[in-house]
């Protein structure tokens, strides 16, 4: 399975990266293939292409920010949330996420 995932906090520093780091930690542990796109303080880092959404199976937007290019994920299945959340309950995302997946 092919995760594409957004990392987004107001200030963009900490949280930002720490939840990026959870979200690859997430895939590992699941056997998911992730690609976490940041948007920080530095700007947009490891940027989520085309290419990457049309293999993607589904999308978790981890942001308390308006995401810029939000548009581009209409065609996956998208989980929103908090961007504590995947530090926090990382369990509680990844159910979310599969049962988003398995009943779109």
């Known amino acids: 399975m092919y995760i594409v995932c957004v990392a987004a906090c107001p200030t963009g520093i900490a949280h930002t990266y720490m ?23 530095t700007g947009i880092d490891n940027e989520i292409t085309a290419d990457d959404i049309a293999r993607a199976d589904g999308a978790i937007i981890a942001a308390e920010i308006a995401v810029e290019g939000m548009d581009r994920f209409e065609p ?29």
């Open 19 to 41: 939840a990026a780091e959870a979200l690859e930690v997430l895939g590992k542990d699941h056997g998911w293939e992730v690609k976490v796109e940041t948007q920080g303080s």
């Open 76 to 104: 996956l299945t998208v989980l929103e949330c908090a961007v504590a959340d995947p530090i926090k309950q990382p369990d509680a995302v990844y159910e979310t996420m599969m049962h988003l997946i398995h009943n779109n």
